[in-house]
């Protein structure tokens, strides 16, 4: 195995020579054989091991015996230990996902801290099989089915084209030692039922399997590489990027074959799984959302609008202002100056009659119904009105902001003020309003 490691590594990898590697090490037979294999071919490596403090004494146990094997091969050891099942619970996350979060921030962290540029983990096919089988479980795209990554920028995983059964032959030839997790034998987590009870009869049944799993994965980075070129294409026809997110042209999509296919690609990176509420969105009425978990998409007319979730739901929908206080600065900022004369004017500035404000003055969304009196104008004018005029979208209409004296709007912030409250040749204190 060593020399089929050797070759596969100056083929894959062959610049590895000349790197500094992180081995992510859990004392277990696939990180103890790949660590023997990087100290026969002299490559410059340290061990890093996490104690997940899962486990109890056996946790301890692990990281003993890593700190002993790092040692034994002459390269430095590193350890991190995690209250994994605290930081479970904080996070609200099963104690699987968080030890992996836990230990690969940890693992970049390391590596930037000890200047180190990659970092090994001893991912083999067994465990590709796997992930395409659980994948496949849960339901999944292309992306899902092509398995684990042999790279990624800082992380590499070189024991990828070998079997579980190759691993175990090398390791068991050369007397190497290893620990056994216990929780591995468990079938309480679908991996593990997979490891166990799935995936052995299915080798059995086909002896080529992993073989054929890896050629099928070949085809299908190669079919994920194309769609990614072709997205590329309806990116630049279909998305405009904005200030707020991203807005989908509907139209043009739906001049388009596969249109569902389509939304998935544009749309799973930003956590989206609900793919029939977000294919009736396209024929839906204008505000009608979908969300993710960190995005919200938004129909408005002809076009869908992608936006952060955090970025307008947390904003509060009502502040007030004191007579007082001179500056505000959330939700939008704004600066009173008492003055003596009008100066330049723009949408970001007004000038006020001071003497026609009832104080708190209040900040506040629109609401349904609302009026004001555009400046320059005799007659009221709806909000709403005003807003559709203007050919706001629903999402910048959240943004923006009515200053109001009591019931009655002052300045549609940014945009117009109102007609009653301008200075005239009665006025006798003036104050200054500005926005950023």
């Given at each position: 195995?060593?020399?089929?490691?050797?070759?596969?590594?100056?083929?894959?990898?062959?610049?590895?020579?000349?790197?500094?590697?992180?081995?992510?090490?859990?004392?277990?037979?696939?990180?103890?054989?790949?660590?023997?294999?990087?100290?026969?071919?002299?490559?410059?490596?340290?061990?890093?091991?996490?104690?997940?403090?899962?486990?109890?004494?056996?946790?301890?146990?692990?990281?003993?015996?890593?700190?002993?094997?790092?040692?034994?091969?002459?390269?430095?050891?590193?350890?991190?230990?995690?209250?994994?099942?605290?930081?479970?619970?904080?996070?609200?996350?099963?104690?699987?996902?968080?030890?992996?979060?836990?230990?690969?921030?940890?693992?970049?962290?390391?590596?930037?801290?000890?200047?180190?540029?990659?970092?090994?983990?001893?991912?083999?096919?067994?465990?590709?099989?796997?992930?395409?089988?659980?994948?496949?479980?849960?339901?999944?795209?292309?992306?899902?089915?092509?398995?684990?990554?042999?790279?990624?920028?800082?992380?590499?995983?070189?024991?990828?084209?070998?079997?579980?059964?190759?691993?175990?032959?090398?390791?068991?030839?050369?007397?190497?030692?290893?620990?056994?997790?216990?929780?591995?034998?468990?079938?309480?987590?679908?991996?593990?039922?997979?490891?166990?009870?799935?995936?052995?009869?299915?080798?059995?049944?086909?002896?080529?399997?992993?073989?054929?799993?890896?050629?099928?994965?070949?085809?299908?980075?190669?079919?994920?590489?194309?769609?990614?070129?072709?997205?590329?294409?309806?990116?630049?026809?279909?998305?405009?990027?904005?200030?707020?997110?991203?807005?989908?042209?509907?139209?043009?999509?739906?001049?388009?074959?596969?249109?569902?296919?389509?939304?998935?690609?544009?749309?799973?990176?930003?956590?989206?799984?609900?793919?029939?509420?977000?294919?009736?969105?396209?024929?839906?009425?204008?505000?009608?959302?979908?969300?993710?978990?960190?995005?919200?998409?938004?129909?408005?007319?002809?076009?869908?609008?992608?936006?952060?979730?955090?970025?307008?739901?947390?904003?509060?929908?009502?502040?007030?202002?004191?007579?007082?206080?001179?500056?505000?600065?959330?939700?939008?900022?704004?600066?009173?100056?008492?003055?003596?004369?009008?100066?330049?004017?723009?949408?970001?500035?007004?000038?006020?009659?001071?003497a026609l404000l009832v104080y708190p003055l209040i900040v506040r969304k629109w609401r349904e119904g609302d009026v004001f009196q555009p400046f320059g104008l005799k007659g009221n004018k709806k909000i709403s009105k005003f807003y559709k005029d203007e050919k706001l979208s629903l999402a910048a209409k959240?943004?923006?902001?009515?200053?109001?004296?009591?019931?009655?709007?002052?300045?549609?912030?940014?945009?117009?003020?109102?007609?009653?409250?301008?200075?005239?040749?009665?006025?006798?204190?003036?104050?200054?309003?500005?926005?950023?």
């Amino acid at each position: 195995m060593l020399t089929s490691f050797k070759k596969h590594i100056d083929q894959t990898f062959p610049r590895l020579c000349d790197k500094k590697i992180i081995l992510a090490c859990s004392g277990g037979l696939d990180s103890v054989l790949l660590a023997h294999l990087l100290k026969q071919l002299n490559f410059n490596f340290c061990i890093a091991h996490c104690n997940f403090n899962l486990r109890g004494d056996e946790s301890d146990g692990d990281a003993a015996f890593v700190a002993a094997l790092a040692t034994l091969l002459k390269v430095p050891f590193y350890e991190e230990v995690f209250d994994t099942k605290a930081f479970a619970k904080d996070h609200r996350i099963s104690t699987q996902m968080s030890a992996r979060e836990l230990r690969y921030e940890w693992f970049e962290q390391l590596r930037k801290q000890i200047k180190f540029d990659l970092i090994a983990t001893a991912h083999h096919a067994d465990d590709v099989l796997e992930t395409v089988l659980i994948n496949l479980s849960r339901g999944t795209g292309i992306r899902g089915l092509t398995g684990i990554p042999e790279e990624t920028e800082t992380l590499i995983r070189p024991l990828l084209p070998f079997s579980r059964d190759e691993v175990l032959r090398f390791a068991k030839k050369a007397e190497f030692f290893w620990r056994e997790d216990s929780s591995n034998a468990a079938t309480d987590y679908l991996r593990n039922e997979l490891r166990h009870r799935v995936i052995p009869p299915y080798k059995k049944a086909s002896k080529n399997v992993l073989k054929g799993v890896r050629n099928t994965i070949t085809h299908l980075q190669a079919t994920e590489q194309l769609v990614a070129d072709y997205m590329v294409l309806l990116y630049n026809l279909l998305v405009t990027e904005t200030v707020d997110g991203y807005e989908i042209d509907i139209i043009k999509l739906g001049d388009l074959p596969n249109q569902g296919a389509v939304l998935y690609e544009l749309l799973s990176p930003f956590g989206f799984t609900a793919w029939d509420d977000i294919i009736d969105l396209a024929t839906a009425q204008s505000g009608k959302l979908v969300f993710s978990d960190s995005h919200r998409l938004l129909k408005d007319r002809t076009k869908f609008i992608l936006t952060v979730r955090d970025s307008i739901e947390n904003i509060s929908e009502e502040i007030t202002i004191n007579k007082n206080e001179s500056q505000v600065i959330d939700p939008v900022p704004l600066t009173f100056i008492p003055t003596d004369k009008i100066g330049y004017v723009d949408s970001r500035i007004v000038y006020v009659d001071a003497a026609l404000l009832v104080y708190p003055l209040i900040v506040r969304k629109w609401r349904e119904g609302d009026v004001f009196q555009p400046f320059g104008l005799k007659g009221n004018k709806k909000i709403s009105k005003f807003y559709k005029d203007e050919k706001l979208s629903l999402a910048a209409k959240e943004k923006t902001w009515l200053l109001c004296s009591g019931k009655t709007i002052v300045w549609v912030i940014g945009m117009r003020a109102d007609d009653r409250f301008k200075v005239t040749e009665k006025t006798t204190q003036i104050v200054k309003i500005t926005t950023n």
